[in-house]
T-cell receptor, first 117, second 114 residues
């Protein structure tokens, strides 16, 4: 089974600043996918970004980018020019290439990100 | 294209009762999975259905069951409710439930067991 660890329960930054959320994971799989999901107060999980482990290039989606370090099993999310609407819980998640099996999508405990005006 | 729809949004039940939650996936998606979210345990995988068959199952007791219909809509049932079943239940759909596919989530059903 794999584990996902998010060591920052809560973070707070000023609007327009850049913030980095940390995530580490542990797995014996060689091929897998990593995700960052955002859960605003509406409770709906929204996919922010996805990274394929076999791709060395870090994924980017507009203001969101990741720093994927496969050897270190680290997958951090960087949010540039943060906006008030970025305030939410952020979850790091893992899925083997073979599918979730009995674990499904494995989530970390989440980081509550607060963007201050 | 409509998103994943979960009904009802809120439910209040008492211990010992049973409950059924519903999930309508995005049109064309054939895989539906369910997750339980609690403050203490976080997000935990319940089960996944594909083409009306349970394909994967998490580590939950048999009181938790589900099914999927031919139109890919899914229901989840919890029997003999316990206080610890109070949680947000999230449903997610994807095209085929393959490892790298993006999961699209609904807004969840908040279940309170009194």
């Amino acid at each position: 089974a794999q584990t996902v660890t998010q060591s920052q329960p809560e973070m707070s930054v000023q609007e327009a600043e850049t913030v980095t959320l940390s995530c580490t994971y542990d797995t014996s799989e060689n091929n897998y996918y990593l995700f960052w999901y955002k859960q605003p107060p509406s409770r709906q999980m929204i996919l922010v970004i996805r990274q394929e482990a076999y791709k060395q290039q870090n994924a980017t989606e507009n203001r969101f980018s990741v720093n994927f370090q496969k050897a270190a099993k680290s997958f951090s999310l960087k949010i540039s020019d943060s906006q008030l609407g970025d305030t939410a819980m952020y979850f790091c998640a893992f899925m083997p290439d073979s599918g979730g099996g009995a674990d499904g999508l494995t989530f970390g405990k989440g980081t509550h990100l607060i963007i201050q005006p | 294209k409509a998103g994943v729809t979960q009904t009802p949004r809120y439910l209040i039940k008492t211990r010992g009762q049973q409950v059924t939650l519903s999930c309508s996936p995005i049109s064309g998606h054939r895989s539906v999975s369910w997750y339980q979210q609690t403050p203490g345990q976080g997000l935990q995988f319940l089960f996944e259905y594909f083409s009306e068959t349970q394909r994967n199952k998490g580590n939950f007791p048999g009181r938790f069951s589900g099914r999927q219909f031919s139109n890919s809509r899914s229901e989840m049932n919890v029997s003999t409710l316990e206080l610890g079943d109070s949680a947000l239940y999230l449903c997610a759909s994807s095209l085929a439930g393959l490892g790298g596919e993006k999961l699209f989530f609904g807004s969840g059903t908040q279940l309170s067991v009194l």
